[in-house]
């Protein structure tokens, strides 16, 4: 009984506060077992000690021989550092100044990162973590660190692991749902901003079934990730594909995949042709701003001079610039400006500059040159300055261009040839539900080429349409109107007169269509029969030169048909046609044919038309599409003797699962040209991994094929690689007909350069 009063006496007045072996103890309630030696608090106790470690738990047990604080349940520690703990069941050794625990506890350092522990020991003196075990560290960016050593420095702020296997979650890795971007290593020093591992392995690609080696990894003997200048350093890194070695480099660096742009190596390629021999390059991306960039590559070849190509990009306020070049025995420069701006009355307005000059006229084929702005398939350079402004009822065009040809010597006269100004002004005049509408345009144009031959126009037109209206209660019909006025200079062309000379010109025309409709059991026909009455007074210069108009299913029902602002097709014709669709749940076919009957022969209008003659080509389009994988398309051109084509237009485009298959046939004869090729083209596209691709064009005038391009890339998650085999068939003074290889190789994301921002 004596005891008992004994106990309830010391725990009422050792209630609030105790200090012991410089220990602060606060807690509800205070015990003490005299047979244990033990001080018991309970309710809220907080415990500090001398270096400012605060200890809260719920129940502790102090035994004041051994200086030990033991907790019971749910336990949280704040340390000198501002390092925070959470556990059950933790021993405080003042003794030796240790905290220990051989259950789970979680630790929150300064940085945000999170630590999940087996057991832990904490040194209070050292302000020092150990533990052994399965460990995992979760960062401030969701990276995941699995370890099985681990040593927290709190004064350094240094965590060092061993046995690493890092698993990043950022999104910025993750440029495809597959990536699965991971670091294994020996061991891992991770303080402040930066990450250093030992004898590590990276890689980007997700996992593969049986354990299966990555498509790619980089291996070092070091690895660093500078998260603040997210930059990854290696030390004797490897780049291994499929496990193979590739390259191998004593230094590198690289942005890590959160960066979308940053100076620095992209991956080379290596070709090799007959006219240039075996070739390599490796271009060096320097970013010079969220705005701008640079693209260095040099290019060199066994059998010719180097080249030395660079691209410079900048983005402005609603505007663009790309410089495109290169260096060498031929070189070549490019340059395109872009701006586009909405004026105040809502207008879209679009301004350009364009440059192009070129050493050799073969230099963009020689060295097979493919950029943004320059093609090796070019044979006509275009610099112009353009101007261009649109709303609702205006436009206008204003251009000056001089055009430099590329084909072989002896085929112009003159390179060169000039358009400056060439203007084009069009206004809508009115719209009404009474008299239709009316559009007005104008175009000025200033044409000087084979040195000294020039034809400068200035054309205005008067396009009228009548609102449609309906005759005997079936028969849609509409009144069209044009007037044309052309003026013009011309020196040494003999299509033109010498002295000044105003024209005028006149078309009226009466276009009639019928609409005839029968469904039954889900199939749909549609047919509309259609005539043009067209008439303009018989005065027209005479046309020497056919410039290669023709007309089409979709400009043989307009007045005007050829789309020249120099021409203008006079006399009385009709034209005849009609326009026919089917259509059921899966299949779609159309059919439009129009074919001119001329009052008269008109030998002023260009021979290529067929206009001259009293009867026109039967011209036409048809289109079949049997389901969502098949399509047929064709356009012809029947002579007016119904027997020979004059022009056939044959394409195919068809999908059978990964398969594609594409084919157009174009002949033409007599009037309209001399052609006569097909062109092929198969691609298989095996689960979005490879993909095979074969493309020729065979010329059957010649009999000859023009090139083969055989290709075949490999693609996934994380890798792309690719090899294109080209045979090539043109000859030249300067080219010969040549087997080229070029192969190339993509690591996701290293070879991604994303385009400069916009500067706002």
């Known amino acids: ?81 501002g390092f925070s703990l959470t556990g059950t069941d933790m021993i405080f050794d003042n003794q030796n100044k240790i905290i220990r625990s051989n259950n789970d506890v979680l630790i929150n350092d300064l940085e945000n990162n999170q630590i999940f522990l087996e057991k832990f020991e904490y040194s209070t003196k050292n302000n020092f973590f150990r533990s052994t075990g399965n ?21 350094k702020r240094e965590i060092i692991g061993t046995d690493i296997k890092s698993y990043i979650n950022e999104s910025g890795f993750k440029l495809d749902e597959r990536n699965s971007p991971r ?40 690895m660093l990730h500078d998260k603040k200048k997210k930059t990854i350093y290696y030390d004797n890194a ?130 097979k040159i493919n950029t943004s702005l320059a093609n090796k398939e070019l044979d006509m350079l275009e610099n112009y300055l353009s101007f261009t402004r649109d709303n609702e009822n205006f436009f206008l065009s204003v251009n000056a261009t001089v055009f430099e040809t590329l084909k072989q010597e002896g085929t112009y006269s003159d390179k060169y040839e000039y358009v400056l100004p060439d203007v084009i002004l069009n206004k809508n ?29 200035f054309m205005n037109d008067l396009d009228w349409r009548s609102n449609n209206f309906v005759n005997n209660k079936f028969i849609n019909g509409r009144f069209l109107g044009k007037i044309r006025n052309i003026n013009y200079d011309a020196k040494n062309i003999s299509d033109y007169k010498t002295k000044s000379t105003h024209e005028l010109y006149g078309a009226l025309g009466y276009l009639a269509e019928v609409d005839f409709l029968k469904e039954k059991n889900n199939n749909s026909h549609y047919l509309t029969p259609k005539v043009l009455l067209r008439y303009a ?136 040209g001399d052609e006569d090729y097909f062109t092929t083209e198969i691609a298989f596209n095996n689960k979005e991994k490879s993909l095979f691709a074969l493309k020729t064009k065979r010329n059957l005038i010649t009999n000859s094929a023009e090139y083969y391009n055989l290709s075949y890339e490999y693609m996934n998650d994380c890798l792309k690689a690719g090899i294109v085999y080209r045979r090539e068939f043109y000859e030249d003074s300067e080219l010969e007909p040549e087997n080229s290889l070029m192969f190339k190789i993509t690591l996701v994301p290293f070879g991604r350069i994303d385009s400069p921002e916009l500067v706002q």
């Open 1 to 81: 009984m004596k005891n008992k009063i004994l106990i309830l006496f010391l725990t009422f007045f050792l209630s609030t506060t105790v200090l012991a072996d410089n220990l602060e103890i606060q807690s509800s309630t205070v015990t003490i077992d005299k047979k244990s030696k033990l001080t018991i608090f309970k309710g809220n106790v907080v415990v500090m000690d001398a270096k400012k470690n605060k200890f809260s738990t719920n129940y502790a047990e102090y035994n004041k021989e051994l200086k030990l604080l033991v907790s019971k349940g749910k336990t949280n520690i704040i340390t000198s550092e």
């Open 135 to 155: 460990i995992k560290l979760i960062d401030s960016r969701d990276n995941a660190y699995n370890f099985s050593q681990i040593y927290i420095d709190e004064k």
């Open 183 to 222: 670091i294994f290593a020996n061991s891992v020093k991770i303080e402040d901003q930066k990450t250093n591992f030992d004898k590590a392995v990276f890689t980007m690609c997700g996992y593969r079934s049986n354990d299966k080696c990555p498509p790619w990894s980089m291996q070092a003997s070091g």
């Open 238 to 367: 490897v780049v291994k594909v499929y496990d193979f070695p590739v390259f191998y480099f004593p230094k590198i660096s690289h942005p890590d995949p959160s960066v979308k742009r940053r100076s620095g190596f992209l991956l080379p390629t290596f070709t090799n042709s007959k006219n240039l021999g075996a070739g390599f390059q490796i271009p060096y991306f320097f970013d010079l701003g969220g705005d701008k960039d640079f693209t260095f590559t040099p290019k060199t070849f066994v059998s010719e001079t180097p080249l030395f190509l660079g691209e410079y990009r900048q983005a402005f306020k609603k505007s663009k610039l790309i410089l495109d070049f290169s260096a060498g025995e031929k070189s070549h420069q490019f340059l395109q400006f872009v701006k586009n701006f909405t004026g105040k009355d809502g207008s879209k307005n679009d301004l350009r500059f364009s440059l192009q000059q070129i050493s050799h006229d073969k230099t963009l084929k020689l060295y």
């Open 429 to 457: 005049l009115f719209s009404s539900s009474k008299f239709g509408n009316a559009e007005m345009t104008s175009h000025l144009n200033f044409h000087n080429f084979d040195t000294n031959k020039f034809a400068n126009f």
């Open 537 to 672: 007074p018989d005065h027209m210069r005479k046309q020497k030169i056919d410039d290669g108009n023709t007309i089409d299913s979709s400009t043989v029902f307009s007045l005007d048909r050829l789309g020249a602002y120099n021409s203008f097709e006079a006399g009385a014709n009709a034209t005849l046609g009609f326009d026919y669709k089917f259509k059921n749940l899966d299949k779609e076919f159309d059919l439009s044919v129009g074919q001119i009957i001329n009052e008269k022969e008109n030998k002023n209008m260009p021979s290529t038309s067929s206009l001259d003659e009293k009867l026109s080509d039967l011209v036409g389009s048809a289109n079949l599409q049997i389901n969502e994988n098949l399509n047929f398309n064709y356009d012809f051109a029947v002579d007016q003797n119904y027997r020979d084509i004059n022009l056939s237009d044959f394409g195919m485009n068809y999908t059978l699962g990964t398969l594609k298959f594409n084919f157009n046939y174009l002949q033409t004869n007599k009037h309209i």
